[in-house]
């Protein structure tokens, strides 16, 4: 499985465009948002959409170039195949964070503005969200052919962020999610992971009765 | 080394892959041929658990295929007929990427046939033909030791100089004893060079799995007259073609040749090809 987490590394990370893409998606998304520091979400949206996106890309190379036949013929199975990529996308999620805050401190040194560098409510907060997208969002992309499945996706990114983050307007009480808000957050990563497992079952069984 | 029972498949749209048998022992070639439609591509990829069966039993090494898939692919080198890269990648970078999944990758041999194949491994996928492909395909398919090397259409698509070297390169790799191929085409000239078995399949039943040898023994093509055939004649054929100015069949049982005149008629080893034609020309 470590091999197959290897392999969506090099995707993401090989070539030209996918280096300006790494380099550029924090300033671009800041640029378009104004550099307003009191914008609040933005340390939420960077880091929540740069590792859906950056998951989305591996499954976009595996489409455009038809490798799924290649990667399943390789020694492992299909179950290793979708738990990699669930795995892979936590990884992405903890990478993403890391990205966030150092490029952000970055910025707030050079421009000497404010913006949030890390804060562990907004990071659980986001990892909930993240963590039920994913977990609809995954056996989509299993599910669907890759072009109405990536509609879908989107459609469920979009629809969860503002449902869940409509309300938020004071960093000091971040993700007024309802029950997912309890105890610090705690209860929403529980029921977050547990969606998330349940999803790689499905996952699973779906990608194991795939025809080609 | 790869054995095949009453394995079965039915897909929705109708076609379906029915009750077939068939055993390659290690160290032999294998041809798979039938015609395009045939099911070949299929039965490659039940083999390879791309797809699921419904019945039936695939064992490879004498292992279940499902059971101890990670196990019987480690020891597998597959080569398909499209190119299944990641196209913006070099090769260097394509075989780093490979590289972590095999316990058993060798540098040394990749490196060997990479030279041997004249690739240059800082080459873009996307910029290489279809033949610097095939070869790329099958450079990574022999860097990692495998005991069974299966390929789905090699040659097809290639010109004629490609596809000789391919096959030049498959009968150096059974020189080692230990190695056993299972070669899918319809180019059926091919294995008539290299083939040690030749499994037939049309329309998802296999028609025969024999050794060349058998194959020539077995049938005959009979050339006549128009004249001479009656219609008890006729159904001693596998395939008959007939025009005005004679006759050509495919015979099956040879014990039957002694009820034509052997003046009267031309009797010929038949190709692979001519098997082909009339056994499909007759289902």
């Known amino acids: 499985m470590l091999a197959l987490i290897k392999k969506d590394f090099r995707l993401v990370t090989t070539g030209k465009y996918n280096l300006v893409f790494i380099l550029s998606y924090v300033p671009f998304l800041l640029m378009v948002s104004g550099f307003d520091s009191r914008a609040k979400f933005m340390y939420l949206v960077i880091v929540m959409t740069f590792a859906y996106m950056i998951t989305y890309t591996t499954f976009s190379y595996d489409y455009s170039n038809k490798t799924e036949i290649y990667i399943e013929s390789l020694p492992v199975t299909k179950k290793d195949i979708v738990r990699g990529k669930y795995l892979f996308s936590i990884l992405i999620f903890f990478i993403s964070v890391f990205y966030a805050s150092i490029y952000m401190g970055i910025i707030n040194l050079i421009l000497k503005i404010d913006f949030i560098v890390f804060n562990l409510s907004v990071v659980i907060g986001t990892f909930i969200i993240y963590l039920l997208l994913m977990g609809v969002a995954l056996p989509i992309y299993y599910k669907l052919p890759p072009k109405i499945g990536n509609f879908f996706s989107i459609f469920v990114y979009v629809f969860l962020l503002n449902m869940l983050t409509f309300n938020v307007n004071d960093l000091d009480n971040v993700f007024k999610m309802g029950v997912l808000s309890n105890y610090g957050g705690i209860i929403g990563v529980v029921i977050g992971i547990v969606v998330f497992i349940f999803s790689s079952y499905l996952s699973v069984h779906i990608y194991r009765n795939k025809t080609r | ?283």
């Open chain 2, 1 to 283: 080394m790869l054995e095949i029972k009453e394995l079965s498949k039915k897909f929705k749209e109708g076609f379906s892959i029915n009750s077939i048998s068939f055993n390659l022992e290690q160290g032999y070639i294998m041809g798979f041929i039938g015609p395009n439609g045939a099911g070949k591509t299929t039965v490659i990829k039940l083999i390879m658990n791309l797809l699921k069966k419904d019945s039936g039993e695939i064992k490879i090494f004498d292992l279940d295929h499902i059971e101890h898939e990670r196990e019987i692919k480690n020891r597998i080198g597959f080569v398909y007929d499209e190119s299944h890269f990641y196209e913006d990648f070099t090769m260097r970078q394509m075989k780093s990427m490979i590289q972590p999944f095999y316990t058993k990758w060798d540098n040394t041999t990749f490196e060997k046939y990479m030279n041997e194949f004249q690739l240059n491994p800082d080459l873009k996928i996307k910029k290489l033909s279809k033949g610097m492909k095939m070869k790329f395909s099958l450079a990574l398919a022999l860097s990692h030791n495998a005991e069974l090397i299966i390929m789905d259409e090699p040659t097809s698509g290639l010109d004629p100089v490609f596809r000789r070297e391919i096959l030049d390169i498959l009968y150096n790799i059974i020189q080692d004893e230990k190695v056993g191929i299972f070669f899918s085409t319809h180019i059926t000239t091919d294995l008539e060079q290299i083939a040690d078995y030749v499994t037939y399949i049309n329309d998802g039943n296999i028609i025969f799995s024999l050794s060349m040898d058998e194959i020539m023994e077995k049938y005959r093509i009979i050339k006549g007259g128009p004249d001479l055939l009656d219609e008890n004649l006729r159904k001693l054929f596998l395939g008959i073609r007939e025009t005005k100015v004679g006759f050509e069949g495919l015979l099956e049982d040879i014990e039957n040749l002694r009820l034509f005149g052997k003046e009267d008629v031309l009797i010929e080893k038949p190709s692979l090809e001519d098997i082909m034609y009339y056994t499909k020309k007759v289902n």
